[in-house]
């Protein structure tokens, strides 16, 4: 398809670099040559006479004028492609690039088994996962996010995944050497490892708020099993999903009649009309699969008790 700009195809690959960050990402998902896509583009800015793309480092980024283009552009660009995908739709085709970003432990939780079996059943479906603890705004429609934290992200669909609750656990060893936590003050006091930075914590008794107590971390690490680690080796004591403790002897559970919070974890992603098969398929298997798992209720507690 030409346009009084030259060919459309030349506009796509302009946005496809944006999107992907790099010229080498986006000749990779695009399977084409990176000489061909230079040059390409490299006309495109000639017969526009502006340019779009600048060298940094060995990087091609937008110039001002090529961002003001990208973000003119975008919106039409995945038009085009939600409406090819929807012809394709239509003779029962799943294709197309998925980006799915997590925290790592979800991934090793379940999510690794859904996306094996997703991409076996969808050959075509490409998928980039990014493990991260950071939040990952989706930017396009076939951006996928799932998270804790719905802060900033009221715009978005936010579809409920699972709910985790936690209780509070240290290692016999840590005991042993720091004394029983018996009250809510000695809780307070302890050395706490945190997977976050949420360090005002909530203790709830049958559902009720009793406590709030303010720590200090000895350690902030973000990754679940890492701080299970350092747990089991008594650095100290951390706030930890039943579900990840259960049946482990080397957790003690400290204070069992209070929890924290029940946190829920959303697959968050953009409202468009012509949302992408592959997506939606997605995000139906990755639902049905959580229904399946036990994240903890109120007989549900991992490690050892103590009273």
Not at 2 to 16: E, P, T
Not at 22 to 36: H, N, R, Y
Request: some cysteine; proline content about 3%.
């Amino acid at each position: 398809m030409n346009s009084i700009f030259g060919n459309i195809d030349d506009l796509y690959l302009f946005c496809q670099i944006i999107r992907d960050g790099s010229l080498l990402s986006a000749c990779k998902s695009l399977g084409l040559p990176a000489s061909t896509v230079s040059r390409r583009i490299s006309a495109m800015e000639k017969r526009l006479n502006v340019r779009l793309l600048e060298k940094r480092g060995r990087e091609l980024v937008a110039t001002e004028s090529g961002k003001r283009a990208y973000e003119q552009l975008i919106s039409s660009m995945e038009q085009l492609e939600s409406g090819i995908e929807q012809i394709l739709q239509d003779s029962n085709e799943v294709f197309g690039n998925l980006k799915v970003t997590m925290p790592n432990n979800f991934y090793h939780g379940f999510v690794g088994d859904v996306i094996s079996r997703f991409l076996e059943d969808y050959p075509k479906v490409k998928l980039e996962i990014i493990l991260s603890q950071e939040q990952q705004i989706p930017t396009t429609d076939r951006d996928l996010l799932m998270t804790f934290d719905l802060t900033g992200l009221e715009s978005f669909i936010a579809r409920p995944l699972f709910t985790a609750r936690h209780g509070f656990f240290a290692s016999q060893s840590y005991l042993e050497k720091h004394g029983e936590i018996a009250t809510i003050e000695a809780l307070k006091q302890a050395d706490w490892i945190a997977v976050d930075k949420v360090w005002n914590i909530n203790l709830y008794r049958e559902q009720s708020l009793e406590h709030t107590i303010a720590i200090r971390p000895k350690l902030v690490v973000n990754d679940i099993a890492a701080v299970i680690t350092a747990v089991e080796q008594g650095i100290g004591v951390s706030s930890l999903p039943l579900r990840h403790t259960f049946g482990n002897k080397k957790l003690v559970e400290i204070l069992p009649e209070y929890t924290r919070a029940d946190r829920t974890a959303y697959l968050v992603y953009r409202e468009r009309q012509h949302q992408p098969r592959a997506l939606t398929l997605l995000v139906d298997a990755l639902l049905k699969a959580a229904r399946t798992i036990k994240y903890g209720t109120d007989a549900y507690h991992g490690g050892t008790k103590r009273n």
